[in-house]
Structures are given as structure tokens and as C-alpha cells.
């Protein structure tokens, strides 16, 4: 059984920085796309970044040039380093794995992040 595990997110203040992890089990992870995505109240779910299996990435204009996502497939891990946060980076924030062969999703319980004075 697939579970995704993210670190806790937390408060930051407006420009500050924030690096969520999230750990995979039950998973071939390197045959995997591994994805941020994130839910701000009264908004749909959005892809904030992903990253494929051959490290190619790809991010959401909003957040281009101030997020990078990372991978360590030894680790099963996946990584998003937030930088320059904005308040309406506020939102809770869910780590998404798509199993390369079926395009199964699976899903993380979601961390809260919250960019305020």
C-alpha cells in the first residue's frame, strides 16, 4: 500500500523560506512522478510543481523562480524549497505521487502552510 508521509509546513513570515519533504512507502518510487500540489481556502486544488521519474520539472507560473522540486529516489523522498513566500502561497500543501505505468494517484494527508506577519 502506497503512503505518502510530508514533513510539517508551519508559519513563515512574508519572504521567508520553507523546504517541505515528503517520504513514499509501498512504491517503486523511481518509476514515479512526484508532485506538490496545494488547496487554499475556498479554491480548488492546484500543481504547484512536479518532477518525473528522468528529473524533468515543471511549476506553476505563480511560482516559477521562487520553488524548486527536488527528488532523491535512495531516499523515496521529494522535496519543495519555498522561497520569497507570499501570502497567497497560503494554503495546505499535498504531496502527490502518479505511478508512471497505470497513472494511478496517490495522495498525502496534506501540511498547512501559512505565509503572514
Known amino acids: 500500500q502506497v503512503q505518502l508521509v510530508e514533513s510539517e509546513g508551519g508559519l513563515v513570515q512574508p519572504g521567508g523560506s520553507l523546504r517541505l519533504s515528503c517520504v513514499a512507502s509501498?512504491?517503486?518510487?523511481?518509476?514515479?512522478?512526484m508532485g506538490w500540489y496545494r488547496q487554499a481556502p475556498g479554491k480548488e486544488r492546484e500543481l504547484v510543481a512536479s518532477?518525473?521519474?528522468?528529473?524533468?520539472?515543471n511549476y506553476a507560473d505563480s511560482v516559477k523562480g521562487r520553488f524548486i522540486i527536488s527528488r532523491d529516489n535512495a531516499k523515496k523522498s521529494v522535496y519543495l524549497q519555498m522561497n520569497s513566500l507570499k501570502p497567497e502561497d497560503t494554503a495546505v500543501y499535498y504531496c502527490?505521487?502518479?505511478?508512471?505505468?497505470?497513472?494511478?494517484?496517490?495522495w498525502g494527508k496534506g501540511t498547512l502552510v501559512t505565509v503572514s506577519s
Open positions: 502527490n505521487q502518479r505511478i508512471t505505468f497505470t497513472g494511478v494517484d496517490y
Open positions: 518532477i518525473t521519474s528522468g528529473s524533468s520539472t
Open positions: 509501498g512504491s517503486i518510487f523511481s518509476f514515479t512522478t
